[in-house]
């Protein structure tokens, strides 16, 4: 499903839970999101995961990406791309946040 930044909050990703348990016959919901800006790239845990903050709009999105560490170097601040992911609720020093978990990344046309 393509949703924007507008469309994603925590309320929504909580309501996602009612879906669960997740596994083979009922899979976990996958969004896309086309044209979001890099504002933030880097490789993590030696390089193997990228973490990336992107922006749409006024809007901002946490994204990691699991072994995908590599991509670190083939993307640029600045640059426009699409992503596939699930987006989960990340807890860090208390503050919740959506992110999204990228099952995959390109360029935007």
Not at 24 to 36: D, Q, S, V, Y
Not at 73 to 102: A, C, M, R
Request: proline letters at 2%; charged letters at 30%.
């Amino acid at each position: 499903m393509l949703v924007t930044l507008k469309d994603l909050d925590i309320a929504s990703v909580r309501e996602l839970k009612k879906l669960e348990p997740f596994g083979e016959a009922n899979r976990m919901p996958t969004f896309g999101i086309k044209n979001l800006k890099i504002d933030s790239i880097r490789a993590l845990t030696d390089g193997k995961h990228l973490k990336l903050r992107l922006k749409e709009d006024n809007m901002n999105i946490d994204a990691i990406g699991f072994n995908l560490g590599e991509l670190a170097t083939e993307y640029k601040l600045g640059e426009k791309i699409d992503i596939v992911g699930n987006l989960e609720i990340n807890s860090y020093n208390g503050i919740d946040s959506v992110q999204i978990n990228i099952k995959d990344i390109t360029k935007s046309l």
